[in-house]
């Protein structure tokens, strides 16, 4: 068989493509990459079409065995990676023979890796998306399991690339978060508005790919009673105690809380590497500067091309 063994799946690992779009009206959150910085480099490093799924796993301790001749490519939070024992480099290219095993240790900052495969991993979609999303428990669509095969294309390899180093992030940065304003952002009161642009928030212990509670200044919410509407990525919700709720990819579909703006989705992905206990900070931003930020990276990834193992250029 052409794939890979999981040995250890770890506390969370799924198979994530670019998310089940256009399918929120049937109840369905749209999943997807979490980090999608970390997730496009993955598929970028082994020149994969960008909706190529890869396996996204949660603070590491991940282990599997290759079945076949592959090239992977390792990306995201900071952790020890080995092959076959032996330490490996994140961040770029590795071919795997039959019986080579990977592993991933703890994390030491960020949440998130992404494993990637040359024409990445196979397997059934659902509403056009491989992408899992645990919380709604579809059948074949939750987690990956010890033990469990993943299929790839059979002897597909890459050439080596490694990410260049000012592309890597460094996940321990303090954070600040772009808001657009937006929702019901006009009803909250300038006390409000003043104290989330201004104060640090620290991420509590109730995150998921559902999305982020935090702790800090309480936001004064506005008295109006809403129908639910629909909820976008990076949504901040206020509930009665004051306290954002930032909405991430495996959100609920409608909402009715007060909502003060939208956290830019580029965002939302450095977010979701950050750990209970760390602190952020929000600014307002204007939407035209938040889209030019979204078309130049994925111009970058859509356009460059490699020219030699670390280096890229556009064409």
């Known amino acids: 068989m052409s794939g890979l063994r999981i040995l250890s799946a770890g506390l969370r690992s799924t198979l994530q493509d670019l998310g089940r779009s256009g399918s929120q009206h049937l109840g369905l959150a749209p999943g997807g990459a979490a980090d999608l910085h970390a997730f496009r480099w993955a598929n970028k ?16 301790q991940f282990q599997a065995e290759a079945r076949s001749a592959m090239t992977l490519a390792v990306t995201g939070a900071d952790t020890e990676l080995t092959i076959n024992g032996r330490r490996a480099g994140p961040w ?10 990977l592993a991933l240790g703890a994390t030491r900052s960020g949440l998130l890796n992404y494993i990637a495969v040359k024409a990445g991993w196979q397997g059934e979609r659902f509403c056009n998306s491989r992408s899992m999303t645990p919380r709604e428990q579809l059948p074949g669509f939750t987690q990956l399991e010890s033990d469990q095969e993943i299929p790839c294309a059979d002897g597909a390899t890459a050439a080596a690339h490694q ?12 954070l600040t978060l772009q808001v657009i304003p937006g929702y019901q952002y006009a009803r909250f009161s300038l006390s409000a508005r003043h104290t989330l642009a201004t104060r640090a928030y ?39 105690d004051g306290q954002p709720i930032v909405l991430l990819n495996d959100r609920q579909t409608m909402g009715g809380y007060p909502k003060i703006g939208t956290v830019a989705a ?19 931003a204007e939407l035209a500067n938040v889209q030019c930020d979204r078309a130049l990276f994925e111009a970058f990834f859509e356009r460059t091309e490699w020219v030699g193992v670390d280096r890229l250029r556009w064409p």
């Not at 770029?92 to 095993?101: C, E, F, I, V, Y």
């Open 45 to 60: 490093l082994l020149e994969n079409e960008p909706n190529d799924a890869c396996i996204e796993t949660l603070m590491g």
């Open 92 to 101: 770029r290219t590795h071919n795997l023979k039959p019986g080579d095993r």
């Open 266 to 284: 580029l965002d939302c992905s450095r977010l979701c590497q950050q750990s209970p206990g760390a602190a952020v900070r929000f600014q307002f």
């Open 202 to 240: 620290d991420i509590t212990q109730q995150i998921d790919r559902m999305g982020y509670r935090l702790a800090g200044p309480a936001l004064e919410v506005p008295d109006i009673k809403l129908l639910s509407e629909g909820i976008a990525l990076g949504a901040i919700q206020v509930p009665a």
């Open 163 to 174: 990410t260049p180093a000012g592309f890597i992030p460094d996940y321990a940065e303090p």
